[in-house]
């Protein structure tokens, strides 16, 4: 992972089909990761440089010691929804667990939504405020 000291909300969605959407129509923050019911060991962690560029994010699977261990990173800001559906969906048949690692994130790092509400961490944009446009 590019951003090895970054703390992500784990959030759980339901199908490889809704995260495609998810990720494919969507700006998220930069703490944003994503689980897929069923597949509590796999996750799909926001590495982008920017909430503004393409959204890049981390494959990882879970090992031992605490540790997510990172097997590919999809520039899903560049995907249609479709092809997001199917890299996710190959992703999680366990073809790439096999592959050499790319790093590693230790499991604190992920939160559930509860904990990291609690927090204010450095560079998450999801604490940033939207204020309304002055009309």
């Known amino acids: 992972m590019l ?36 597949y509590p060991e796999y996750l799909f962690l926001n590495d982008s440089i920017s909430s503004h560029g393409a959204q890049e994010y981390g494959f990882l699977k879970r090992s031992t010691f605490n540790l997510y261990r990172q097997y590919e990173s999809i520039t899903f800001g560049w995907c249609s929804t479709a092809e ?19 790093g590693a994130v230790d499991a604190f790092q ?15 944009s999801c604490f940033v405020p939207v204020y309304p446009s002055q009309s």
């Open 84 to 102: 997001a559906e199917a890299i996710i969906e190959e992703c999680l048949s366990g073809r790439f667990d096999g592959f050499n690692e790319w």
């Open 3 to 38: 951003h090895d000291s970054r703390l992500w909300k784990r959030t759980t969605g339901p199908t490889p089909a809704k995260l495609a959407e998810i990720l494919t129509r969507e700006i998220h923050p930069l703490c944003a990761g994503f689980a897929i019911r069923g």
């Open 110 to 124: 992920v939160e559930s939504p509860a904990v990291h509400r609690k927090h204010r961490h450095r560079y998450c």
